[in-house]
């Protein structure tokens, strides 16, 4: 063990820690998850802290040799040098996040004492508010971190929606001309093309990849600079401007000064935004998953439109027995998704004055939701999605025998005889047709010619050239 000292007083260390004294009174005041911070949000704490040294090298405020320091300790945490073992902080901890900030400052610094030839502790040499957080504020530190992190993020599924997408455009081509019964109400309904719904599917997940892609257009805007309230105290005034330049390099992201800095910090709107996009996604996902999962009942007593890929036994005694394990997966993910938007919601309300204190909170809600739901897209896809098969007779014995057929029938027998033959089709038993026969509303030839199937499918009045 090794001793260090803050405002509080000496407290012991680890010797092999990099983390420091702030860090240790942390890891003791909230043993409560047992999670840590996200690795995105690592990075990105990292990655500012990084860019302030450059920036404060450059504007002379930081001696050359120190900052060097800095730069190479922080190198060493984004390459992978120095383990994420080193951030110890619990996520529920002390408001706005100082304790996480602290964790990176007392890394970074002792890992550059090191660097200079120092021993870890010895802030004589490098000191982690001093120096490593120089021109810069817990406060305006963490909500461009957050606003780092969830941009890498969702730069990451952007082409896991995609692949969906594609997989559901290319099961819509295979499934085109497989004519199944619609249903409204779960009730039965005129015709569709089972190749129609799926590309409805991908649809879906093309608006919300252009719903992702806007969101992260707010997220761009960075506060960075403001320091403790805003106002920038403490930090140089060029200093916003260029270090929102060098992340934007760094990141490879369009990264721009916010017009008032004071908002930026204060304000967690982009946050709601962004988990509002996901809690959309995550609707739409649940309403597909759901539609599978019906679509795939059975085999012998549920509708059996299709068959889903079997990846697991079902059961545990009832032999042969499969069951739809990764729709049932997408949909515990995207109820955690609904839940976290609630409990980001609630955080990003919470805030006072000049600073919302509950940002650790959202950090921690929104990266792992992201996180979880680009995982869970990508499996549902890759195990679920691309193996489905049609039971196409199924189908289309689905689609002959439903009593909704009598629509097509209302331009040339109106909607009261259409109505009479529904009701009687429906107590008989009788196929629609048969019906509408019998009673002499239309010849069998009309009949064929008005229902169609394929041709009900589509826009327009059936039977008519």
Known sequence: MRKEKDPLGELEVPDEAYYGVQTQRAVENFPVSG??????????????????????????QLEKKMGDAIVMASDEILNYQIGKDQFVV????????TSHNMNTNEVIANRAIEI????????????????????????DIIPTAIRLAALDLLSQFLPVLKNLKEAFYTKGKEFDKIIKSGRTHLQDAVPVRLGQEFKAYGKMIEHHERRTIRVMDELMVLGIGGTAVGTGINAHPEYPQKIVEILSKETGFHLKEAEDRFEAMQSMSPFVATSGVLKNLATDLTKIAND?????S???????EIRLPP???GSSIMPGKVNPSMVEMLNMVCYYVMGQDLTITLASQAGQLELNVMMPLIAFSLLYTIEILMNGVKAFTKKCIVGIKANEERCREYAERSVALVTALN???????????AKEAIATGKPIREVIEEKGFLSRRELEHVLDLQKLTEIGIPGEK
Do not use: C, W
């Open 90 to 97: 619990d996520v529920f901890q002390a408001g706005a996040g």
């Open 292 to 296: 599978l999962r019906l679509m795939d």
């Open 116 to 139: 200079l030839g120092g021993k870890k502790g010895d802030h004589s040499v490098i000191h982690p508010n001093d120096h490593v957080n120089m021109s810069q504020s817990t406060n």
């Open 311 to 313: 990846v697991q036994p």
């Open 298 to 304: 059975g085999p012998r007593t549920g509708l059996s």
């Open 411 to 421: 331009p040339h027998i109106g909607y009261q005889k259409a109505a009479e033959a």
């Open 35 to 60: 999670i840590h911070a996200h690795p995105a949000m690592i990075r990105a704490t990292v990655l500012i802290k990084k860019s302030a040294a450059q920036v404060n090298m450059r504007l002379r």
